[in-house]
């Protein structure tokens, strides 16, 4: 296993869509794992393949339970509700934007063997499914936002939600 480098925003690779896995081998194996290992080590809640610059269908987000799921050709297949809120991206770091996701997703997948399975999250998870297959069509979440916020701004704004709240 290895720590991959991060692409930020401005790489073109961000930007292309991604070609479906077909070799359900080593070398997917050593992705998966990489990216599990970069993922933890940037403390980040998804990573998709091209933000490493690998152009292939491949992401791992961490679900509710706190594990790390690989969703290897994911799509998804249903969503129910809506949710808005502050959204970031370890390849735009110290920016965050609101953007509407819903609520519920449920996204089918192939493991690392090429096995088909399907899953299903809510919340956080729903919105890191939806976020991590955008990369793979070589879309980021600031193609949402009206506007972005610093670490500083977020900060703030979170603050003073919690204050109106008490």
Same mark, same amino acid.
């Given at each position: ?17 991604? %070609?479906? $896995?077909?070799?359900? +081998? &080593?070398?997917?194996?050593? !992705?998966?794992?990489?990216?599990? /290992?970069?993922? =933890? ?15 292939? %269908?491949? $992401?791992?987000?961490? +679900? &509710?339970?706190?594990?790390? !799921?690989?969703?290897?050709?994911? /799509?998804?297949? =249903? ?15 110290? %920016? ?71």
């Amino acid at each position: 296993m290895a720590l991959r480098t991060i692409l930020t925003d401005q790489d073109p690779a961000l930007h292309k869509a991604c %070609r479906p $896995v077909t070799n359900f +081998d &080593a070398r997917l194996h050593d !992705l998966l794992d990489d990216l599990k /290992e970069t993922l =933890a080590h940037a403390n980040g809640a998804g990573l998709a393949a091209p933000q490493v610059g690998i152009l292939r %269908r491949v $992401v791992v987000v961490v +679900d &509710a339970n706190e594990e790390m !799921l690989e969703l290897v050709n994911p /799509e998804l297949i =249903a969503q129910e509700g809506e949710q808005d809120g502050f959204e970031g991206c370890l390849s735009v770091p110290g %920016r965050w934007g609101i953007v509407k996701r819903p609520m519920k997703a449920r996204v089918r997948a192939q493991d690392r063997n090429g096995d088909f399975f399907e899953v299903e999250g809510e919340e956080i998870v729903a919105r890191c499914f939806c976020h991590e297959i955008e990369h793979l069509d070589g879309h980021i979440f600031t193609e949402h936002c009206d506007r972005l916020y610093t670490n500083e701004e977020l900060d703030e704004l979170l603050q003073a939600q919690e204050e109106d709240g008490k």
